[in-house]
């Protein structure tokens, strides 16, 4: 189900105004882009295109930094459909208990998501050490959506300290922002980090 199929189930909740479905597109709509980042670095080990890549451009560092701008703009732009998708959703429903207040954070939220998961994906360290882009994807899919979700329901302060798609989620509906913030910043950071040690250690076969 995408994220205007979550938003239509997601207007049968309890929500004030728009901005509570959108905090649920933002999460979908990043994890989502997650798989694109994923792709564009695992993909090169997978496909052995980064012999080729590494040839040309022998700083990888220069490599890493430049896939990242890229895969975060274009995170941000594929998101922006959804974005402007669901509020089409909302606005043909015609909900009448909810109001527009922070429609446009919402939007804002979901690109932003969308480049942020896109390079935390990119960055993730797990495809340079595996060299396998389907072995990447799923032990962040099942890290994010299987593992962290029950560390939420025994330790919720833990789990609101490290889930990423429960942070977008927040931010998207305008609650817990600073620490939503620091929550995706933290992502950003080790994953970048993790690709960076991983990827200058492995060697090119």
């Not at 043909?92 to 939220?109: A, E």
């Amino acid at each position: 189900m995408g994220p205007v199929g979550l938003l239509l189930a997601a207007l049968d909740a309890e929500f004030g105004s728009v901005s509570g479905p959108m905090g649920v597109v933002a999460m979908m709509t990043g994890l989502v882009m997650l798989a694109l980042g994923v792709i564009s670095t695992a993909g090169e080990w997978t496909h052995r295109t980064v012999q080729t890549t590494f040839l040309l451009v022998p700083r990888r560092g220069l490599v890493l930094a430049a896939k990242a701008v890229g895969v975060a703009l274009l995170g941000a732009a594929f998101a922006a459909v959804p974005a402007v998708a669901s509020l089409g959703v909302i606005a043909l429903v015609g909900v009448d208990d909810l109001n527009w207040n922070g429609w446009l954070r919402g939007v804002v939220v979901t690109v932003a998501a969308g480049a942020v998961f896109a390079v935390i994906g990119a960055g993730a360290g797990i495809g340079a050490a595996t060299a396998n882009t389907a072995a990447a994807l799923t032990v962040l899919y099942l890290f994010i959506l299987g593992v962290l979700p029950l560390v939420r329901v025994g330790k919720p302060e833990l789990g609101d300290a490290v889930d990423p798609a429960h942070a977008v989620m927040l931010l998207g509906q305008g609650s817990e922002e600073t620490r939503s913030v620091i929550v995706l910043t933290g992502w950003v950071a080790v994953s970048s980090i993790a690709g960076w040690i991983l990827t200058h250690r492995r060697p090119v076969q």
